[in-house]
């Protein structure tokens, strides 16, 4: 029989020779996750003696991980902008940039938007973030994959906001109301190469949607669709609000003045690198 510490290290190091990043993290996490426990819950019980039962529970989540499937997906939850969400391969995992892009938006919006359009809302992350941090406002949520609407749809219910976020399958724009007006558009839109998403880790290319990383041959192709028709769906004075690749900006900057938006600001994210680009 092992105690919880000892399948712990055991499989810390299972992990770290699978190339996993964090690797005693994970191992406490899928081990928590398994036994019913919170973190600090297993830090008090790491002598305890672990039965066959346990360890056959846990078995399988570890080798999901060995695979590289994200842990957050073997989890089936993660946390993000203070919220608990539901997360599967429905969707992209949200991730520390995007809860950014939020916090950013409740920095730079003064006056609280009344309406709101969250574009390729996959699990719902945006639009959820946004509706917790404005109370008021009615939040209309789009994506073009019913599975993923299926999934926002869920959290939309588990978070108590179904009744303030719509929820409408649209390619970008394409069926959102023609007279809808919004002070606020918030996107974060494929914006890698192929060659990109190529390079990124297995937990990403093997397990994640491709059609929500990858946006043609340079990565522009959905952003230059949102700049494009954005206008005619901006209030006066709107704001859009994008998360995109690092090397994006200069283009991005041309794109928005050629579309009629009168200011851009460029901002980092938390590596330093420019990640948000913002346009009224």
């Given at each position: 029989m092992l105690t919880v510490l000892e399948v712990i290290k055991k499989t810390t190091d299972f992990f770290a020779a699978k190339g996993i990043d964090s690797p005693r993290l994970n191992a406490e996490l899928l081990v928590g996750h398994s036994l019913g426990l919170k973190r600090m819950q297993l830090y008090l019980q790491f002598e305890r003696m672990l039965t066959d039962a346990e360890l056959e529970?846990?078995?399988?989540?570890?080798?999901?991980?060995?695979?590289?499937?994200?842990?957050?997906?073997?989890?089936?939850?993660t946390e993000f902008f203070g919220l608990k969400l539901k997360v599967d391969r429905r969707a992209l995992i949200p991730r520390p940039e995007t809860e950014r892009l939020v916090e950013l938006v409740t920095e730079r919006v003064a006056t609280p938007p009344a309406t709101i359009l969250d574009l390729g809302t996959g699990s719902g992350a945006i639009a959820l973030g946004l509706a917790r941090s404005y109370p008021e406002a009615r939040v209309v949520a789009v994506d073009v994959r019913a599975e993923a609407l299926a999934l926002a749809q869920e959290n939309a219910v588990a978070c108590s906001f179904a009744e303030r976020v719509r929820l409408i399958e649209s390619n970008w724009f394409d069926a959102v109301p023609a007279e809808s007006r919004f002070n606020l558009v918030v996107a974060n839109p494929p914006y890698l190469s192929a060659d990109e998403t190529a390079q990124t880790l297995p937990e990403v290319k093997g397990h994640e949607p491709a059609s929500a990383l990858t946006a043609g041959e340079d990565g522009l192709a959905d952003l230059r669709t949102i700049l494009n028709q954005a206008p005619r769906f901006l209030a006066p004075e709107g704001m859009l609000a994008l998360e995109t690749g690092t090397a994006q900006h200069a283009e991005l900057a041309r794109l928005a003045t050629a579309a009629g938006f009168r200011r851009t600001e460029s901002h980092p994210d938390l590596a330093g690198r420019d990640r948000f680009f913002l346009a009224w």
């Open positions: 529970s846990l078995r399988p989540l570890v080798r999901r991980r060995g695979l590289r499937e994200p842990v957050q997906y073997i989890l089936g939850e």
